[in-house]
């Protein structure tokens, strides 16, 4: 994330003369628009994830953040330590801001001092934290009928990671079929770069797509923003997704 736009003035002025009122020019101010119930990620300026949650409230320079439905608790942090909070807007574009923890606990934390700031570590495309089944398949497979259940982490354009009790090599090319709620399958072909073992016969798996074709990725990114504003369309249920 996909996990923002940006906020801008319109100030008019007069001026002494007999000149009409003129609109100034737009001003950004740099500092992403964000409400409630928007997915945010904290992370420390490595990039590792410290929490994923949910805006529950905000104010200028200051949210709260609590867990996703179904989420356990969040790792806590040190009160006046520097965090860094990971989103997307309202356009799908990605913001980076730099925090300070007001409140950290199992389940929420508070951040004042917000500050938009530039990130080396910064994220191509919007990453979307997600609980959901996919199933994956030997590229063999042309007929989808060895399924290994899954669960989806996460997804983005460029990739997903998953969870499985099945054993595959970095380097492995997949096919993946995963169902995001009351949204038409998709199918993506992905190579596996990451391989982490999390738990006794448990690994989670870094996968990169195959190139998706532009109108793919517009297809995905709307399904995507409307998960995360929680909108349903009646039209998105019949939208091409295999792919």
Known sequence: MGLFSFLSRDQEYLELDTTPVQPAEEEDSGFPEICNEMPVE???????????????????????????????????????????????????????????VVESSRTLMQLKDLE???HDNH????????????????????????????????????G???????????????????????????DFVGEVIRVIECGPKEFRYGILFAQ?????????????????LGNRREHSRSEEGHW
């Open 42 to 100: 904290v992370v420390e300026k490595s990039g590792r994830v410290l929490n994923t949650g949910l805006i529950t409230s905000h104010s200028t320079g200051e949210l709260t953040m609590g867990r996703l439905p179904g989420g356990l608790s969040f790792k806590v942090c040190p009160p006046d330590s520097t965090v860094y909070v990971r989103g997307c807007d309202n356009k799908m574009m990605q913001f980076y801001l730099r925090a300070t």
């Open 116 to 118: 938009p700031e530039v």
């Open 123 to 158: 994220r191509d495309t919007f990453r979307l934290s997600v609980n959901a089944p996919i199933s994956i398949f030997y590229m063999n497979d042309e007929r989808f009928e060895r399924p290994e259940a899954c669960t989806l982490v996460d997804i983005s354009t460029g």
């Open 160 to 186: 997903c990671c998953l969870q499985s009790e099945y054993l595959h090599g970095e380097g492995e090319v997949l096919r993946l079929k995963v169902k995001l709620e009351d949204y038409v399958a998709m």
């Open 212 to 228: 998706l074709k532009k109108e793919e990725i517009n297809a995905l990114t709307k399904i995507l923003f409307n998960m995360q």
